[in-house]
């Protein structure tokens, strides 16, 4: 089993939709988790951390279930720019430094 | 604003040859890491450091070295390329415990350097 998990998608939804990804992960010794984007061909960059309480920022929403063991990401009011590749990352400590594993992505397209 | 330059957008290379891959972070980070990043695989740890002149392999060294004479400056090296080491390549780097104390630096994100798109003929 991967040790994190998406559906790579392409998850194709219109303008002002709401969609939502998950992304489960096997270790229970995971510490912190995050998601990132990446654009077509860009690097990947740090969309929001993913607290234990759940966060917001604006239209994206971070959710965290420990007893389940996955993490989710909402987005609310879809628009064309946040067409790109939703990556979620989950960190767990190795001793001298945590060790990062990142999902394959999900990627999402918001048409007209 | 973090800066992670890698020094070659693309690179094409021939089999057997010797690569060298260079990135040079400005933020005084401990943490350097060198990702690869292919089709349906994901991103995949190569080798990362947390200091100078200490490196640790990641999930997929076999193939590739380092070299982290400097703080600043992480180099990935090809000893003899390969086509099967065609790839993007990403270099990223992250505050250490020295910066943020050692439970924090666990919940640092990643800053990722533009990558390098590495093509082995």
């Known amino acids: 089993r991967k040790e994190v998990e998406q559906d790579p998608g392409p998850f194709n939804v219109p303008e002002g939709a709401t969609v939502a990804f998950n992304c489960t992960y096997s270790n229970s010794a995971s510490q912190s988790f995050f998601w990132y984007r990446q654009d077509c061909r860009k690097e990947p960059k740090l969309l929001m951390s993913?607290?234990?309480s759940g966060n917001e920022d604006g239209r994206f929403t971070a959710q965290l279930n420990r007893a389940s063991q996955y993490i989710s990401l909402l987005i609310r009011d879809s628009k064309l720019s946040d067409s790109a590749t939703y990556l979620c990352v989950v960190t767990r400590p190795t001793g001298t430094a945590s060790k990062l594993t990142f999902g394959t992505g999900t990627r999402l397209q918001v048409t007209l | 604003d973090v800066k992670v330059t890698q020094s070659s957008r693309y690179l094409v290379k021939r089999t057997g040859e010797k690569v060298f891959l260079e990135c040079v972070q400005d933020?005084?980070?401990?943490?350097m890491f060198w990702y690869r990043q292919d089709p349906g695989l994901g991103l995949r740890l190569i080798y990362f450091?947390?200091?100078?002149?200490?490196?640790e392999k990641g999930d997929i060294p076999e193939g590739y070295s380092v070299s982290r004479e400097k703080k600043e400056r992480f180099s990935l090296i090809l000893e003899s390329a390969s086509t099967n080491q065609t790839s993007m390549y990403l270099c990223?780097?992250?505050?250490?415990?020295?910066?943020?104390?050692?439970?924090?630096?666990?919940?640092?994100?990643?800053?990722f350097g533009n990558g390098t798109r590495l093509t082995v003929t």
């Open positions: 993913v607290y234990s």
């Open positions: 933020m005084d980070h401990e943490n």
């Open positions: 990223a780097s992250s505050p250490g415990p020295g910066t943020l104390g050692r439970l924090s630096s666990y919940n640092s994100p990643l800053h």
């Open positions: 450091s947390y200091d100078v002149k200490m490196k």
